[in-house]
């Protein structure tokens, strides 16, 4: 009897490791919008990464959270960082990795609180006429072994494509005004 208890127990935890083998690792999902500006001018306004605070839906979420800054804003090299109470928001920074003027802004997200983790962010501008301009925002990240596992049960391309969502409209509010 102990031993088909034991042997239970063990195909238990066994299964969802063994199964975490065979899950994908990476997630990615990306959202555009049209704005009603020229595309120097969206791109000008999207790289300085302190103007998240007036259109980016998980900056937003606590207009209280403390924030540090380093580096000169608009550069390659600067970091906004940020700590929260609100347990969706937690702590991180963000790094501008590379910016391509009027085309590109590449940053690095690294989560602290409430969990760790790492994810790149890409947005894009692409003139669709002279005072219109499509800016398309990638999100790509992932899990390691066996946290995976996860990827199972949490579609994050409807949880965080509604944020990005959300935030392309904000940005678009703000630029149309």
Do not use: C
């Not at 001018?41 to 605070?53: A, G, K, L, T």
């Not at 702590?91 to 009027?102: M, S, T, W």
């Not at 760790?116 to 800016?135: K, W």
Request: charged share 25%; aromatic share 10%; proline share 3%.
């Amino acid at each position: 009897m102990t031993a088909i208890i034991i042997s239970i127990l063990l195909a238990v935890i066994a299964l969802p490791l063994i199964v975490a083998l065979f899950v994908r690792k990476k997630y990615a999902l990306q959202r555009s919008i049209t704005i009603n500006r020229p595309r120097a001018e969206v791109y000008d306004y999207v790289s300085r990464i302190r103007n998240q605070d007036a259109y980016n839906k998980w900056v937003m979420a606590d207009p209280h959270s403390r924030k540090t800054f380093r580096g000169t804003d608009g550069t390659v090299g600067f970091v906004y960082a940020w700590d929260s109470d609100v347990k969706q928001v937690g702590q991180g920074e963000q790094e501008i990795k590379n910016l391509i003027a009027d085309e590109r802004v590449e940053l690095e997200v690294r989560f602290v609180k409430p969990f760790e983790g790492r994810a790149d962010s890409i947005i894009t501008f692409q003139s669709v006429s002279p005072d219109q301009t499509n800016v398309t925002w990638g999100f790509q990240s992932g899990m390691k072994y066996p946290m995976n596992i996860m990827l199972l049960f949490i579609n994050f391309e409807k949880i965080l494509g509604k944020d990005l969502e959300i935030t392309l409209q904000n940005l678009k509010d703000v630029q149309e005004k």
